[in-house]
Every structure is written in C-alpha cells, then in structure tokens.
C-alpha cells in the first residue's frame, strides 16, 4: 500500500495569511498513463469531504482560485494564498494511483 | 448535476452484517470509466478507503477488509450496495459514498455519509 504522511497535523493560521501542508507518499505516484493521480480534499466540520485539486494542481469546479496544488513524484503542497474564516477544516492528501486507495492522516487548518 | 446519498442502519450489534444503500443521480454506472466507492470515518478520526465498484463491474477492496466486504452494483436502480460482514465496536464510523472518475480524477463527488454505531 502507498503511505501518504501529511505535515503539520495542525495548522493555526491568520486570517488573510498564508497556509501551506506538506503531503508525501510513499513511492511515486506517477501512473503508467503518466498522470500522477494526487488528490486535494478539504472537510470542514460536520461536512463531507469536498474535492479540491485533482492531478497535483488542477482546481476543481468552483473552488477558489486562493487554492493551489504543486508538487511531483512523492513530494506535495496545497497552498492556501490568504486564509480566509471559511477554510477552516481538516485537508486530506488522497492518492488514486494504485489501489488501494489512501489517504493521508489530514492537516487541521485553525484560525489563531 | 451528480448527488449520492447513503442509507442505511444507525446501529448494529456486534456480530451482525451491516448493509449500506448508496443511492445516485447524475450519471450512469454503465458509462465507461466511472465507479463508486465507500469510503469511512470514524468519529475524529481519519479517512479510510473501503472498496469500490467499476462500470466494468470489476471490484476493488481493502486488502485489510477484503474477507468482510462485498460491493454490488444495480445499475437501473442507480444503486451501489456495500456489505460488512462480523461488525465490531471498532467499525463504528460514518461510512461515505463518492462517484470516481477513471483515469482523470479520482474521487470527486462526495455524499453527505451516514453514522453507524455498533454496539450490544
């Protein structure tokens, strides 16, 4: 199985800051196809998870462009530009490469 | 416009086979490259991937669940069936179903999840 380990576990930001979370995995996610199938989702309390970055950094319909993905191989970072009250939540680094499916351990985004 | 939605029961004894509904609209799980998968998570805690089902009606599970789990798919129902067989304290969790999309996305669509306590 791929380990995703996610940094840090928390995350307490200010408003209008930035905020940046590590993910890695544990072997290269880079498909046969080429694509490197690593996933952004974002849990705010009480919510389902929500897709934010799909393929490293591409922006999933209607997600603000303050969120940027960046990254390759087995080295990755979600980007939030300027925090805002609605990001606060728990971010999840998912891989899609192999089965099974992971996911990381989720990054706890707070307002300080 | 894709929704799914899960149903199911909210409590369960010890022993007992839990059966989760994933209820869809918005796409069809006979188009090529789409799947639907389970997904749980249990109170404060991370998310873990369970199984999930192919168009192609291939079948993929957590080898770590695999001997408990069984994924049907009902494709004019728009439905998507997941069992757990032997369920224990420790499996209590809200239990998620997602739309996947092949050799694009991945997981994209969530649906809102439902909590299942076990316990005697």
């Known amino acids: 199985d791929i380990v995703m380990t996610q940094t840090p576990l928390s995350s307490p930001v200010t408003l209008g800051q930035p905020a940046s979370i590590s993910c890695r995995s544990s072997?290269?996610?880079?498909?046969?196809?080429?694509?490197?199938?690593l996933s952004w989702l974002q849990q705010r309390p009480g919510q389902p998870p929500r897709l934010l970055i799909y393929q490293i950094s591409n922006r999933f319909s209607g997600v603000p462009d303050r969120f940027s993905g960046s990254g390759a191989g087995t080295d990755f970072t979600l980007k939030i530009s300027r925090v805002e009250a609605e990001d606060v939540g728990v971010y999840y680094c998912t891989q899609a490469t192999q089965f099974p499916l992971t996911f990381g351990g989720g990054t706890k985004v707070e307002i300080k | 416009q894709i929704t799914l939605k899960e149903s199911g029961p909210t409590l369960v004894k010890p022993t007992q086979t839990l059966t989760l509904t994933c209820t869809f609209s918005?796409?069809?799980?006979?188009?090529?490259?789409?799947?639907v998968g389970w997904i749980r998570q249990p109170p404060g805690k991370a998310l873990e991937w369970l199984a999930l089902i192919f168009w192609s009606d291939d079948k993929y599970y957590s080898p770590s669940l695999k001997s408990r789990l069984t994924i049907t798919k009902d494709t004019s129902k728009n439905q998507v069936v997941l069992a757990m067989t032997n369920m224990d304290p420790v499996d209590t969790a809200t239990y998620f179903c997602a739309h996947y999309q092949a050799a694009t996305i991945g997981l994209d669509f969530w649906g809102q999840g439902t909590l299942v306590t076990v316990s005697s």
């Open positions: 918005g796409f069809s799980l006979s188009t090529s490259e789409v799947g």
């Open positions: 072997q290269s996610l880079v498909h046969s196809d080429g694509n490197t199938y």
